[in-house]
């Protein structure tokens, strides 16, 4: 791998020519450099930069010839960024800072009089095409963002809600709290195509925050209506999803603290939903799950079974609940191997005081399967699908008497 390494230039050297190839960029650490562009093959100075600051890097950037001159104005050390410290670091980069980068860059050129022609030339119609096609990917992406953006502002989210069945009674229990984003040019879209977009962009704080604050707003409505018609149905809960992101957001906790009593709720009652899969991302979510417990949330793990040390980590810290993963009730009735694993869970999950929830539930075979194996609760379309608020407050009538 290319390392940072210095080189000195006497007073008055060439550091390099327009045109030249250029396959690295300098940053001054003592004198100063003079940049010359070319006016009708005329020589212009048109910049003097001294220490702390960096050259040469548009070569670097694009692959393209030297657009200026560079000449030690006195004696003068820098260090060589090389191509490849920069292109390990665009690799890494947001596609989106990838073109944002590019574009600037043939703008920055064409300001200078350069055209990219010569070196497009070389680019085969083949490249080209791909690199159309990534640019229209990255575009359709940024367009994503900006809807996501705006819909924020504009409350465009709703909060669907499914119903939690009780295996032994039969009665609904709780909600599962499942965002949803109704747009006027796409419909209603399903939180998998735009949470995750969420999650690499800052939104997912604000919808995190929306998320919370209307699901603690509507269990007090839950819980309120059940007063009148099910008074034995105190403990009723909603479940949150939180994403791995909102952790880290320094007022993630804050608002954890908060929020709840704005409502009049209790935090026993709002289940923290966090995927299995976060956990293989480090130590600190083990922490992070702590801290929720201790300020009085019960923590489930979603999609139980879909990580990789599913086990070994139960032993690490407690959680209160486990979602097994809807890939393994799927093949429950069929699979004599999945009803033995989902057994097996069952088992490990009741010696170590946890709840079970079977996500996915579809069938009444399916349900009567996980009963016998054990499961405390059942969720799926076979027992409610996701459902607007109204619906949620009508299907408790019903369902939980
Ligand atoms: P999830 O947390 O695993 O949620 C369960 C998903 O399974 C929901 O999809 C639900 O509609 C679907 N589902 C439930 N029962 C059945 C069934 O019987 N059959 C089938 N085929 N599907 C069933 P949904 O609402 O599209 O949500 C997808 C994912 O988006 C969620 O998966 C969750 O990871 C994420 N998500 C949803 N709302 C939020 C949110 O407010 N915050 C965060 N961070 N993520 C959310
Ligand atoms: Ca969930
Ligand atoms: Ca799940």
């Known amino acids: 791998m290319a390392q940072t390494s210095l080189k000195k230039f006497k007073k008055g050297e060439i550091i390099f020519k327009t045109g030249d190839e250029g396959d690295c960029a300098y940053i001054i650490d003592i004198g100063r450099v003079q940049i010359y562009g070319e006016n009708f093959g005329v020589e212009v100075p048109i910049n003097t930069l001294g220490p702390g600051e960096i050259f040469g890097e548009m070569a670097i950037l694009d692959r393209s010839g030297r657009s200026a001159s560079a000449k030690a104005l006195e004696d003068v050390q820098v260090s060589v960024v090389s191509r490849l410290q920069f292109e390990q ?111 690499e962009t800052s939104l997912i704080t604000p919808i995190g925050k929306w998320v ?45 603290e908060v929020t709840p009593a704005k409502y009049g709720v209790k935090e026993k009652n709002i289940k923290l939903e966090i995927t299995e899969k976060i ?28 990580g990789y040390s599913m086990l070994s980590y139960l032993s690490d810290f407690n959680v209160d609940n486990l979602k097994i993963d809807q890939s393994f009730i799927r093949k429950i009735e069929q699979d004599h191997k999945t009803r033995i694993i989902v057994q097996a869970i069952i088992n490990i999950a009741k010696g170590l005081d946890i709840e079970v929830v079977s996500e996915g539930v579809e069938t009444e075979k399916q349900a009567r399967i996980l009963k016998d194996l054990g499961c405390d609760y059942f969720q799926g379309y076979y027992f409610g699908r996701p459902m607007p608020f109204a619906d949620a407050i009508k299907f408790l009538d019903n369902t939980c008497l």
């Open 279 to 306: 956990l293989l991302e480090g130590n600190i979510f083990f922490y992070w799950i702590e801290k929720c417990r201790s300020l009085g949330f019960p923590v489930s793990l979603d999609d139980f079974g879909t």
């Open 212 to 256: 919370f604050e209307k699901a603690c707003e509507c269990l007090k409505q839950f819980q309120d209506h059940l007063k009148k018609i099910a008074p034995q149905a105190h403990d009723f809960f909603v479940t949150v999803n939180i994403s791995g992101k909102q952790f880290s957001d320094i007022n993630f906790f804050h608002m954890l």
């Open 89 to 199: 670091r665009m690799d890494q980069a947001d596609p989106i800072v990838r073109l944002l980068v590019s574009i600037l860059l043939k703008r920055m050129r064409n300001n200078l009089g350069q055209s990219k022609d010569d070196l497009d030339s070389e680019i085969n119609e083949q490249k080209k095409i791909e690199q159309e096609q990534n640019h229209s990917k990255v575009i359709e992406k940024i367009k994503f963002e900006a809807e996501l953006f705006e819909a924020l502002a504009n409350n465009a989210f709703l909060l669907y809600f499914q119903p939690i069945i009780h295996t032994a009674t039969n009665r609904t229990v709780g909600f599962e709290a499942l965002i949803r984003w109704q747009s006027d040019s796409r419909g209603m879209v399903r939180p998998d195509l735009f949470m995750g977009v969420a999650e």
